[in-house]
């Protein structure tokens, strides 16, 4: 039973656009929602996190929005760079006990 | 500071045999998770340790897989009479508390022939 579904499974995005990663649980006791970012041959690294008491949290050029009622939550990667190709997992859980992730999507960004 | 590190990075293993995976946290923290990653999938959880206590072993595929920890530091996960699809990269995290960031190690790619 897949808890977390993620879309797209991967992503084209042009240099300095914007790269939108979505991501819907199923789980409602779930309230701790983290993005991870993944380079080939390395393990994942937290990009950003959000509880479900807020809608949106931003840190630099990443924002988490977060939809509580849809239990849906997204990746906003703003003015998007070469850097930022990578693959991308949310993930859910409850007190960040366990981790359930989602598929991944693979980031592209081109010049 | 250092790192949750694992060894070894890599470990090629004939079918059947066993293979030990060794997870170093970072230092002080009480959580530690062994995950599982298949070629291009996202990760799988295993097993979660709050101390020396494992409380979720939930993801553990089989008995063939086992996990202990000790002195609240390094982990080892061992897979008896390995199989063919065992082959993954295994990945080990560790957390200062709950709700504070999970740290990854590199994982070690197991390659069962």
């Known amino acids: 039973q897949q808890q977390v579904k993620q879309s797209p499974q991967s992503l084209i995005v042009q240099k300095g656009g914007i790269s939108i990663i979505n991501c819907a649980y199923e789980?409602?006791?779930?309230?701790?929602f983290p993005w991870y970012q993944q380079f080939p041959g390395k393990g994942p690294a937290l990009l950003i996190a959000?509880?479900?008491?807020?809608s949106e949290k931003k840190e630099g050029r990443f924002t988490i929005s977060f939809n509580k009622s849809a239990k849906q939550f997204s990746l906003h990667i703003m003015d998007s760079q070469p850097g930022d190709s990578a693959t991308y997992f949310c993930?859910?859980?409850?007190?960040?006990?366990?981790?359930?992730f989602g598929t991944g999507t693979r980031l592209q960004v081109t010049l | 500071g250092a790192g949750v590190s694992q060894s070894p990075s890599n470990k090629v293993t004939e079918k059947g045999k066993d293979v030990e995976l060794r997870c170093d946290p970072i230092?002080?923290?009480?959580?530690l998770y062994w995950y599982r990653q298949r070629l291009g999938q996202g990760l799988e959880f295993l097993i979660y340790?709050?101390?020396?206590?494992?409380?979720?072993k939930s993801g553990l595929p089989s008995d063939r897989f086992s996990a202990e920890r000790t002195g609240e530091s390094v982990s080892t996960l061992t897979i008896q009479r390995t199989q063919q699809e065992d082959s993954a990269v295994y990945l080990c995290?560790?957390?200062?508390?709950?709700?504070?960031?999970?740290?990854f190690g590199p994982g070690t790619r197991l390659t069962v022939l």
């Open positions: 959000i509880r479900p008491d807020v």
């Open positions: 340790f709050q101390g020396n206590s494992a409380p979720d």
């Open positions: 789980n409602t006791a779930f309230d701790y």
């Open positions: 230092s002080g923290h009480t959580a």
């Open positions: 995290a560790s957390s200062l508390a709950l709700y504070l960031r999970v740290d």
């Open positions: 993930a859910a859980s409850k007190a960040a006990s366990k981790l359930t």
